[in-house]
C-alpha cells in the first residue's frame, strides 16, 4: 500500500510562511529600543558617544522599512534569500551600533544572539550557518577592535582583557548552542507536524473507503426492488411474445441485462455493508482484511493463534475501526517488504488483554534504529544490498509512525524488537526471526461484545399468529 501522497514541507518552503510586515514590526521594536538606549546613555550617565554615526545606523533601518512598507505590499511574503537578506542586515546593523559604544565592553552584545535564534528557526540548515558564522566573526572583530565608551569627564569605560575574553567565548558557544538547539527542536516540530498530517490522511483514506462501503450497500438495496419488478414483468412479456420472436428477444435481453444487474449488485453489496452488526468481526478475520493487499507478493503469510488462547468460538470479535486495519496493514507491509521468505501473524487473548505479534524472517530492525522505530521519517540510508535486494522500494520513514499513531488511537501498545541477532550470518529459515511487532490492546477497548462497545440487542419476543 502505497504512503500518503502528500507534500511533505522543507525549510526553504517553510520560511516563505513569513510575513514581510511581521520582519516590519519586529525592527521597529529594535529600533526604538536602540533609540532609548541611546537617549539614556547619553543623558543620563553622560557618555560620550558617536552620535551622527549611532544615528546613521538607526537611520538606514528606519529607511529601510519605510522602503519595504510603502514598496510591497501588505501581504508580501519573504522568499528564503529575502529572509536571510534581512537577518543578515539586521545582525550587521546591529554589529556596527556595538562597534560604536564600546563593542563587547557593551553588555548588549547579549543581542547578537537574536538573528542566529530567528534564523535557527526558519531558514534552512545552510542559512542557518551562514548567519552564525557571520555573528561569530562580527563578535571576534569587536572583541579587538571598537570605539571605546567614555565618559562626560573623559574617563574610558572597559572592562578587564580576561572578562572581555570570557565574554567572547560565551558569546561564540552561545551563538554555537543556541543555534543548535533551535534547530534541533524546531525540526522536531516540523517533522512531527508532517508526520502528523499524513497520519490524519491515511486515516480520512481508510475512513472515506468504509464510507463508500456503506454508500454502495445501501444503494444494492435500493435498487435490488426495482431490478426484480423488472425481471417479473420481462418473464411475464416473454411468455405472452412467444409468436413475435423478435419482440420476444428483446423482453429475454431485458430479463438478461436484469440478472446481470442483480449480481453486480449483489458483489458490490458484499463488499460494502455498513450493517451495524459487520462493524464487528472475529479477531483474525479483521487481521486477514489488513493483511489481505499484500498476500500475494510473492511472501507467505501464516495465520496462528495460541492454543491456550481458546478454541475459535472463544476468538474475541473486535471492532472494524479503520484505525486498526489501516494500522495493521503497515505492520504487515513493513513485514512483507523485509521478510525473504514469510511472515508469521500470532494471536492470544485472554480475559483482559488481546496481542498480536507480525514477525517475518528478514534480518530484523536495525539494532541502532531500534530504539527509535515510531518515531517519524526514521530510515536508514540504503546500502548496497539493499539496493539489490530491494531497487523498487523508496519510503519516506512514516509507514510506522503511521501504523505506532493509528494503533495507539485506538487504545494499543506497540513493541518493537528483534528476534535473532540481524548481523547473524545463519540461513535457517523455520526458526529464523527478524523483526517483531507486538501490538497489545486491553481487552475493553476493542471488544465488541463488552463495555461501551458492546453492539445493542433486543431481547427476543415471541410470534404470536
Known amino acids: 500500500m502505497a504512503q500518503p501522497d502528500i507534500g511533505l514541507l522543507t525549510g526553504q518552503q517553510r520560511s516563505n510562511w513569513i510575513r514581510l510586515r511581521t520582519m516590519i514590526l519586529l525592527r521597529w ?45 501588505e501581504n508580501k511574503r519573504l522568499t528564503e534569500r529575502e529572509n536571510l537578506l534581512m537577518v543578515l542586515f539586521d545582525l550587521l546593523q546591529l554589529g556596527f551600533l556595538l562597534f560604536l559604544t564600546g563593542g563587547l565592553n557593551n553588555p548588549f552584545a547579549l543581542l547578537m544572539l537574536g538573528p542566529v535564534t530567528i534564523s535557527a528557526a526558519v531558514l534552512t540548515t545552510r542559512s542557518t550557518v551562514l548567519v552564525a558564522a557571520t555573528a561569530i566573526v562580527i563578535v571576534t572583530v569587536l572583541s579587538e577592535y571598537h ?22 567565548i560565551a558569546l561564540v558557544i552561545a551563538i554555537c548552542f543556541i543555534g543548535l538547539y533551535s534547530r534541533r527542536v524546531t525540526s522536531e516540530i516540523h517533522s512531527m507536524s508532517d508526520a502528523l498530517s499524513a497520519t490524519q490522511q491515511a486515516l480520512s483514506r481508510e475512513q472515506k473507503l468504509t464510507d463508500l462501503g456503506g454508500v454502495v450497500a445501501a444503494a444494492a438495496h435500493e435498487l435490488g426492488t426495482p431490478l426484480a419488478t423488472i425481471k417479473l414483468t420481462s418473464a411475464e412479456l416473454i411468455e405472452e411474445l412467444e409468436h413475435m420472436p423478435e419482440l420476444r428477444d428483446d423482453a429475454a435481453l431485458i430479463r438478461e441485462q436484469a440478472d446481470r444487474c442483480r449480481d453486480i449488485l449483489r458483489d458490490m453489496g458484499r463488499a460494502g455493508k455498513d450493517d451495524l452488526h459487520l462493524r464487528q468481526a472475529p479477531l483474525m478475520t479483521v487481521v486477514q482484511e489488513a493483511a489481505e493487499p499484500h498476500t500475494h507478493r ?3 503469510v501464516e495465520y496462528t493463534h495460541d492454543p491456550d488462547a481458546g478454541d475459535e468460538i472463544d476468538q474475541p470479535a473486535i471492532l472494524r475501526q479503520p484505525e486498526i486495519i489501516h494500522g495493521l496493514r503497515n505492520l504487515v507491509q513493513n513485514a512483507v517488504d523485509f521478510a525473504r521468505s514469510t511472515v508469521w501473524i500470532e494471536a492470544h487473548w485472554t480475559a483482559d488483554i488481546i496481542t498480536l505479534r507480525i514477525m517475518d524472517d528478514g534480518r530484523g530492525f536495525p539494532p541502532q534504529l531500534l530504539g527509535r522505530i515510531g518515531d517519524p521519517f526514521v530510515r536508514r540510508r540504503k546500502t548496497t544490498t539493499d539496493r539489490q535486494e530491494r531497487p523498487e522500494y523508496e519510503g519516506m520513514g512514516l509507514g510506522l509512525f503511521i501504523a505506532k499513531t493509528l494503533l495507539e488511537r485506538s487504545g494499543a501498545e506497540l513493541t518493537f524488537a528483534n528476534g535473532t541477532d ?36 433486543r431481547a427476543n419476543e415471541q410470534f404470536r399468529i
Open 29 to 73: 521594536v529594535a529600533i526604538v529600543g536602540q533609540l532609548v538606549a541611546l537617549t539614556v546613555a547619553q543623558r543620563m550617565y553622560g557618555l560620550q558617544l558617536e552620535l551622527g554615526l549611532c544615528y546613521l545606523a538607526v537611520g538606514v533601518s528606519v529607511i529601510g522599512n519605510l522602503i519595504a512598507i510603502f514598496v510591497f505590499p
Open 147 to 168: 570605539l571605546p565608551l567614555r565618559t562626560e569627564q573623559g574617563y574610558l569605560l572597559r572592562i578587564p582583557d580576561l572578562f572581555v575574553f570570557g565574554n567572547w
Open 298 to 300: 510473492g511472501k507467505l
Open 422 to 457: 540481524p548481523y547473524s550470518t545463519s540461513t535457517s529459515t523455520a526458526h529464523h526471526l527478524g523483526a517483531i511487532v507486538e501490538v497489545t490492546w486491553p481487552r475493553g477497548k476493542v471488544d465488541a461484545r463488552v463495555g461501551e462497545n458492546a453492539l445493542p440487542q
